[in-house]
């Protein structure tokens, strides 16, 4: 998955859950989104729930 899958995962998941929405919203307005961006990218999940797992982990 790339950064902005996983960041498209989050915002599906920020509709339902508010950790979610919290987290969405710290990230959106980050000033270092593109960082946080790529650290998702170079993280290499396989699908969203490997994406959950290391959130929640």
């Known amino acids: 998955m ?3 899958e ?3 995962v989050i ?3 920020a509709k339902s ?4 929405g919290r987290l969405l919203r710290e ?3 980050a000033d270092n989104r593109d960082e946080i961006v790529e650290v ?3 993280a290499n999940f396989n699908d969203a729930v490997d ?3 290391w959130i929640e982990g």
């Open 2 to 4: 790339t950064g902005e």
């Open 51 to 53: 994406l959950i797992l």
């Open 17 to 20: 859950q508010g950790s979610y």
């Open 6 to 8: 996983c960041l498209q």
């Open 40 to 42: 998702l990218d170079n």
């Open 11 to 13: 915002r599906d998941l």
């Open 27 to 29: 990230i959106e307005t």
